[in-house]
């Protein structure tokens, strides 16, 4: 019902207003909406008016992810699908991105394909590739693992990071095994973090007890992120009282007042 309120914002004299009634007509979650916000998603305007901002595309396909979230039917995914080759001017990776975001926010097998492609394509841009690695983690065949150990061990610094985040999601348990190695051999701080967070959403037996070793035995610097893995897992388990121990011996001995918390 709130549409056809939101409608008139989108001609509104302050960009900034504009821009939040396409987030909010997402948010209604009603075909009648995502008629518009598909209108907006292919050239950034409503009909024949002029663009409502420069970043109207964007916000649209993010408000359709929204959308499909609250209601929106599967006639949308397959009207986004049908716009991605169509994508370019000079904001077409920043589109990219976020039509990778909807994939992450909405994952579906017809924006799949187009997410691998875009996470081995040297052409786009870096940051493309690192959202379109981040979307793999909902895939569970080997061409995915492989493009993301390929990436975990880029010479790229945030395609490390994308593809240790993904690999903390992926349903395949061999992805555990290479990221215990990343934990031991990865030379960036905050990378090596990233690695641990995953190894904790991972769960399981091995992934516990080599975060506990790690909480009790790895640098001072990362023992805080481990703790965080650990928790993850241990939240997954409530029988798991050795992680808790672990824990509350770890917070015992913690003198870095930050690390604490």
């Known amino acids: 019902q709130s549409v056809e309120d939101i409608l008139p914002m989108l001609d509104d004299s302050t960009q900034f207003v504009r821009e939040r009634a396409i987030l909010a007509l997402g948010a209604t979650g ?3 909406a995502a008629e518009v916000l598909l ?3 292919e050239d950034g305007a409503v009909g024949a ?7 109207a595309r964007s916000l649209a396909v993010i408000a359709l992810a929204i959308g499909r979230q609250n209601g929106m039917n599967g006639y949308v995914d397959m009207a986004v699908v049908a716009q991605l080759p169509k994508l370019d001017g000079a904001d077409r990776h920043v589109v990219q991105g976020c039509a990778l975001l909807y994939q992450s926010l909405n994952p579906n097998p017809a924006l799949s394909d187009w997410c691998l492609a875009r996470a ?4 786009v841009a870096p940051g493309v590739r690192c959202r379109a690695l981040e979307t793999l983690r909902t895939r569970d065949d080997d061409e995915a693992l492989a493009v993301l150990l390929h990436a975990l061990g880029s010479r790229r610094l ?6 240790a985040l993904a690999l903390g999601e992926f349903p395949n348990p061999l ?3 290479p990221l215990l190695t990343a934990a031991e051999t990865e030379g ?3 990378t090596r973090a990233f690695v641990l967070l995953s190894i904790g959403r991972r769960g399981g037996a091995e992934a516990t007890a080599f975060l506990r070793n790690f909480l009790e035995e790895g640098p001072k610097t990362l023992r805080a992120w481990a703790a965080i893995g650990l928790g993850i897992a241990a939240r997954e388990d409530p029988t798991d009282d050795r992680s808790r121990e672990a824990l509350r011996a770890s ?3 913690e003198k870095n007042r930050e690390a604490k918390g």
């Open 30 to 32: 009603s075909m009648k």
């Open 39 to 41: 209108d907006i998603f």
């Open 49 to 55: 008016k002029s663009r409502v901002s420069p970043d």
């Open 120 to 123: 081995t394509d040297e052409t």
């Open 158 to 163: 945030d395609e490390r990071r994308s593809a």
């Open 175 to 177: 992805a555990l095994q």
């Open 188 to 190: 960036e701080p905050l």
């Open 251 to 253: 917070l015992k001995r």
